[in-house]
């Protein structure tokens, strides 16, 4: 009974324990979220900054609320690329500090991509790590989401430090903004034992299988495999 007494006490401290990484932008700051990465001298060609939908200066594509509050003064991390911008395979990069990941965790994060034209699935935002291992995480390539949409990847990993990103390609013939908010790295859904709401996953607009999606992925991943 008191091994039982003792386990239990365990896994209640975990599920209830604080997340190693979460952020709404609601505290005014990007939570230590840095443009590029550490370990890569190379620089996005343009940065993630803090907006709100009252703020954000391209209200044509960009996001007139923020995903935590739907609010136009909720703050969200924004991205814009200009139409005919130079292009790269970091045109657009944010990364999370180095933390701890431990057992059952998973990332949920919302997102928002819009396009000026929307007939060439131009844009590719993909996620990363590197701590245990590199690997893809989960990519989409679209034009318009739709409005916010929301998503949770599992991380396979237990007891190592790790960074995460969000990788943007896009289209250089495109006018391109591109969101990010509620970022977390928590407890997995299913081995909570709250009745928090969880994110709804995205739906039709997922293409991890799609093979020039892969290949895009592959060919940004041979840069970080050291």
Same mark, same amino acid.
């Given at each position: 009974?008191?091994?039982?007494?003792?386990?239990?006490?365990?896994?209640?401290?975990?599920?209830?324990?604080?997340?190693?990484?979460?952020?709404?932008?609601?505290?005014?700051?990007?939570?230590?979220?840095?443009?590029?990465?550490?370990?890569?001298?190379?620089?996005?060609?343009?940065?993630?900054?803090?907006?709100?939908?009252?703020?954000?200066?391209?209200?044509?594509?960009?996001?007139?609320?923020?995903?935590?509050?739907?609010?136009?003064?909720?703050?969200?991390?924004?991205?814009?690329?200009?139409?005919?911008?130079?292009?790269?395979?970091?045109?657009?990069?944010?990364?999370?500090?180095?933390?701890?990941?431990?057992?059952?965790?998973?990332?949920?994060?919302?997102?928002?991509?819009?396009?000026?034209?929307?007939?060439?699935?131009?844009?590719?935002?993909?996620?990363?790590?590197?701590?245990?291992?590199?690997?893809?995480?989960?990519?989409?390539? @679209?034009?318009?989401?739709?409005?916010?949409? !929301? =998503?949770? $990847?599992? +991380?396979?990993?237990?007891?190592?430090? #790790?960074?995460?990103?969000?990788?943007?390609?896009?289209?250089?013939?495109?006018?391109?903004?591109?969101?990010?908010?509620?970022?977390?790295?928590?407890?997995?859904?299913?081995?909570?034992?709250?009745?928090?709401?969880?994110? @709804?996953?995205?739906?039709?607009?997922?293409? !991890? =299988?799609? $093979?020039? +999606?892969?290949?895009?992925?592959?060919? #940004?991943?041979?840069?970080?495999?050291?």
């Amino acid at each position: 009974m008191l091994l039982i007494s003792i386990l239990a006490l365990f896994s209640f401290i975990q599920v209830h324990a604080e997340p190693p990484f979460a952020c709404d932008f609601e505290d005014g700051t990007m939570c230590e979220m840095e443009n590029g990465l550490w370990f890569d001298p190379q620089r996005p060609v343009h940065n993630f900054s803090l907006t709100s939908g009252e703020l954000v200066p391209d209200k044509e594509i960009a996001p007139s609320k923020d995903h935590t509050y739907n609010t136009s003064s909720g703050h969200f991390a924004y991205w814009h690329q200009p139409f005919d911008s130079p292009h790269t395979n970091m045109d657009g990069c944010l990364s999370t500090p180095i933390f701890e990941l431990t057992e059952h965790m998973c990332l949920t994060f919302a997102y928002y991509i819009k396009s000026v034209k929307v007939d060439r699935n131009g844009t590719v935002l993909s996620i990363y790590i590197k701590g245990c291992g590199f690997r893809p995480l989960w990519a989409v390539r @679209t034009d318009d989401t739709l409005g916010w949409q !929301t =998503d949770e $990847i599992p +991380l396979v990993g237990y007891k190592c430090n #790790v960074t995460i990103w969000f990788n943007i390609m896009a289209n250089l013939k495109n006018s391109v903004s591109v969101a990010l908010d509620d970022i977390s790295v928590d407890i997995c859904a299913r081995y909570r034992t709250t009745t928090t709401p969880q994110p @709804t996953p995205s739906r039709s607009i997922r293409f !991890t =299988d799609n $093979i020039s +999606l892969l290949a895009i992925m592959f060919l #940004v991943s041979m840069n970080y495999l050291l």
